[in-house]
């Protein structure tokens, strides 16, 4: 079933270049044996630098559990996720997660992923956007009060 | 002007928790000195684990902007980046990031942030989430595919 499924997302991101849709990339979320959600990569046809397959896929599939969390899903994707999206499948909390191509392989195709990985070990200010630390005596404050809440959704 | 905008991203944030929106975060964009966009974290409210203030932000200037890039523009947000966000920014090629509380201080309000960067190091197959590459013949033909078609928007 797997090798069925990994087959498909890699077929459904053929697809996707062949339409000029997005990059070359698909994600699928898979529920209880059955495919819930197919996504692609839409970043330049809905001027959206998140809308890569994973983020989409994971966003749709919430949208149509109405579920902020997807413990009970699996996520088929035809590339090894980049950081973004490593980001957001531990955010909505994925069973597992199956990809076709890697990170070397993106990378060859001309895209960032490794390099983002790379950047996220720098020191702040070493990184090609530099990230600045502003000390506002105030920058607690959120989290106190979000703290002191008693009445509130955690995630 | 730092210091002020940082000031009233913390104070979004701050409103964020009061109106019951989601979790004790702001963001927003700036462009040559003027705040084009203010958004905050709706994860809860919006049911998408993705809506994070950044991406929230981001995705809303690009709309405004009409472009999926938006290397003009500089961030303001009231905490340090997760990987999710990190991510976006690279995509989204933002000039600079201004932060206030750290990742040490999300941690300690209970997101877990620090949890998602430890996991990135770590082996596929050791992760909390297992990440598994199935080895498909085809897994490099939607590259090969994008690197053969000349019609395209690069990103």
Not at 7 to 28: H, R, T
Not at 87 to 101: E, S, T
Not at 118 to 136: A, G
Request: hydrophobic share 40%.
């Amino acid at each position: 079933m797997e090798e069925q499924l990994i087959q498909e997302v890699i077929e459904l991101a053929l697809l996707n270049v062949k339409e000029g849709k997005g990059g070359p990339f698909a994600a699928m979320i898979v529920k209880d044996g059955k495919v819930i959600v197919r996504a692609t990569n839409t970043v330049t046809s809905s001027n959206d630098p998140t809308a890569h397959a994973e983020v989409n896929a994971i966003r749709e599939a919430c949208r149509i559990l109405n579920t902020f969390q997807l413990s009970d899903c699996e996520l088929y994707t035809s590339c090894e996720p980049c950081p973004m999206c490593f980001g957001a499948i531990y955010w909505a909390r994925l069973k597992k997660v199956y990809f076709a191509a890697r990170q070397e392989d993106a990378a060859q195709a001309g895209f960032d992923d490794s390099f983002i990985y790379q950047q996220l070990h720098l020191p702040h200010l070493q990184r090609n956007i530099p990230f600045i630390r502003l000390n506002h005596p105030k920058y607690r404050k959120p989290f106190e009060l979000w703290n002191l809440t008693l009445e509130k959704v955690k995630y």
